[in-house]
């Protein structure tokens, strides 16, 4: 069975700092990767996602996030932080025998300080 | 073009009462999904369906049925509610087969059973 873990519920961060949303999978099959951003009372929305190729997947809005096999992690970065970034992250992974499900993890607030 | 559309936003109910949950999509999407959201939980599959006239059970299906008599639709019933279903329901759609397709997902409808 394949499972998601993102250890942090919560990641306070000051404004203009550096941020990491951490992301683990277990899975005995091969994966797609992927991060979904929820913005406060919206529904959730595509941030980026790793199928092939380059390891390193980057969003339009200066997040990127790094495939490590060997590591089972797909962890979320940005190197500055805006008030407007303040989110919900979810961490979801695809099995490549799987053509219809994601599995999600808890997701990480981020929460952006002044 | 609309995207994933849900109705209602909101809904309260008392323990017992039915109702129903309308998901529309306008991108002529095949995959259909419903998701109830809990805190610290992530997003949880309850059904799916992969075209028209076709269902299949999710992770938690149980006090749940669905029907996909149009393409374009998707409903979500509750035909008995119980406090155990408050819970934040997502509404997704895919192209084709998920794994490499972004999901879209609706707005959410927010239901307290009382």
């Known amino acids: 069975a394949q499972s998601v873990t993102q250890l942090d519920s919560q990641v306070p961060v000051f404004e203009e700092a550096p941020v990491e949303l951490r992301c683990n999978y277990s899975?005995?099959?091969?994966?797609?990767l992927f991060w979904y951003v929820q913005y406060p009372n919206q529904g959730l929305q595509l941030l980026l996602k790793?199928?092939?190729?380059s390891t390193l997947v980057e969003s339009i809005n200066g997040f990127e996030a790094e495939f490590n096999k060997s590591q089972t992690s797909f962890h979320l970065r940005k190197p500055s932080v805006h008030i407007s970034d303040t989110a919900e992250y979810f961490c979801?992974?695809?099995?490549?025998?799987?053509?219809?499900?994601?599995?999600w993890g808890a997701g990480t607030k981020l929460i952006i300080k002044p | 073009n609309a995207g994933v559309t849900q109705t209602p936003k909101f809904r309260v109910l008392k323990t017992g009462q039915s109702m129903t949950l309308l998901c529309a999509q306008d991108?002529?999407?095949?995959?259909m999904y419903w998701y109830r959201q809990d805190p610290g939980m992530g997003l949880r599959l309850i059904h799916y369906?992969?075209?028209?006239?076709?269902?299949a059970k999710g992770e938690v299906p149980d006090g749940y049925n669905v029907s996909r008599l149009k393409k374009q639709n998707f409903l979500l019933g509750l035909e008995s509610a119980a406090p155990s279903q408050t819970s934040v329901y997502f509404c997704?759609?895919?192209?084709?087969?998920?794994?490499?397709?972004?999901?879209?997902f609706g707005p959410g409808t927010r239901l307290t059973v009382l």
């Open positions: 790793y199928l092939s190729g």
């Open positions: 369906s992969v075209g028209e006239g076709t269902t």
């Open positions: 979801a992974v695809s099995p490549m025998d799987s053509n219809y499900q994601l599995i």
């Open positions: 991108m002529n999407h095949e995959y």
């Open positions: 899975s005995s099959v091969s994966v797609y």
């Open positions: 997704a759609s895919t192209l084709a087969g998920g794994y490499h397709n972004e999901q879209f």
